[in-house]
């Protein structure tokens, strides 16, 4: 079992950036990669974006490409997320989660640990 803690979130103004992290525990050996995802108010869950711990690839929604970052410390077990210019449409609950494998890093069906969540507010 892997737990994910994810302090960070908050009240931000349009175009400020903000840092999200995720520190996992427990059974973290037999992970592959975190995933971000986000679920604003009366929309389903999607994918924001998702790190491979060995190599480091990245992937990205299109949403975000060019403004979030994804990025990880491997000796910390832990996972950020720079969010610059940040959009009103970005208000979100954010979690991170560890997938089940690597062939579908961007599928929401393919991730089985979850953090809690925490809130992002973008005001225009």
């Known amino acids: 079992q892997v737990q994910l803690v994810e302090p960070g979130g908050g009240l931000v103004q349009a175009r400020d950036s903000l840092r999200l992290s995720c520190a996992a525990s427990?059974?973290?050996?037999?992970?592959?990669?975190m995933g971000w995802f986000r679920q604003a108010p009366r929309k389903d869950r999607e994918f924001v974006a998702a790190?491979?711990?060995?190599?480091?690839?990245?992937y990205y929604a299109e949403s975000v490409k060019g403004r979030f970052t994804i990025s990880r410390d491997n000796g910390k077990n832990t996972v950020y997320l720079q969010m610059n210019s940040l959009k009103p449409e970005d208000t979100a609950v954010y979690y991170c989660?560890?997938?089940?494998?690597?062939?579908?890093?961007?599928?929401?069906?393919?991730?089985?640990?979850w953090g809690q969540g925490t809130q992002v507010t973008v005001s225009s």
């Open positions: 989660a560890v997938p089940k494998n690597l062939l579908r890093v961007a599928d929401i069906n393919n991730y089985d640990s």
């Open positions: 790190i491979t711990w060995s190599r480091g690839s990245t």
């Open positions: 427990g059974r973290t050996f037999i992970n592959y990669a």
